[in-house]
């Protein structure tokens, strides 16, 4: 069992070496590369010379041999002259990029302040039209709500006097049926009466629905009256007075509040025969004295007409 040991031992061995000699037979055993040696040089002490036979090294110093040959044509002067053109134009060329430098520098300082004077003033522009864009919606906005307003405005009055004259047809309707029923004779298939051409019942809530004269002060061919939808009088109707012997018929229209004050009368034409300024003047005065009922839900101004009718005494 030693002996097969020992065998393969020696073996690996042989093999180890082996292989240990191939690496350096291939990578290890080259031949290194010649390298240059260099050129050689006849020994001397200046580096002009003339002659092909080395002089004799009787002195330390050697003499130097005088040229027998002609010496060289002198270097023309004009050579000298290219090379102080060349560094002028080079002291030239060395300048020149320091003026374009500060030249150039100069220019691109002035575009970068024309450039940001052109920004500040387009900026400048925008934001005016910015404000004048703004001020301009504002101004549309605020005419568009006024119109809006006053369109609302508008239709609350129309829709008001729309139910206004609804209720005061209302009362009227209620005040002439309540008449015809007093009377015995009311005719609910007639929708109007009258002679004036239009439509519904012709002369004054306070009038006699017997009667056929419809432009007078509901009382007849005589006396005084008024007409104020929904609003009653208080007392009696002031009476004009007046001392001259003149007839005729004056229609005051008068404005009353919802207190029942009469605030303005003044004389109208329709209706009216008459224009003579006394009688005009004492039918205006009596018309202020009148008073009215109060009426908290009526409307602050109620405007109505009270008619005097005179007579010769």
Known sequence: MQKKYNKHGIIGSIVFHAIILILLMVFGLTTLPQQEEGILVNLGNVETGLGEVEPPKSSSTPTPVQPKTTPPPPTPKEKSAPKTEENIKTQDYDKAPEIKSAEQKKKEEAEKIRKIQEEKERKAKEEKERLEQEEADRIAKEKADAERKAEEERKRIEEEQRKKREEEQRIADEARNKVGSAFGKSNSNSSSEGDAGGSGNQGYVTGDP????????????????????????????????????????????????????????????????????????????????????????????????????????
Do not use: C, M, W
């Open 210 to 313: 017997n009667s056929k004269n419809r432009s007078g002060s509901g009382l007849g061919n005589s006396g005084s009256g008024f007409d104020l939808t929904g609003r009653s009088l208080v007392g009696s109707l002031p009476q004009p007075s007046y001392g001259i012997q003149e007839e005729g018929i004056v229609v005051v229209q008068v404005t009353v509040d919802k207190y029942g004050k009469v605030v303005s009368a003044v004389y109208q034409l329709k209706g009216s025969t008459t224009q003579n300024s006394t009688l005009k003047a004492a039918a205006i005065a009596a018309a202020k004295k009148a008073k009215f009922n109060s009426d908290p839900n009526a409307a602050a101004f109620q405007k109505g007409t009270i008619t005097y009718h005179f007579v010769l005494n």
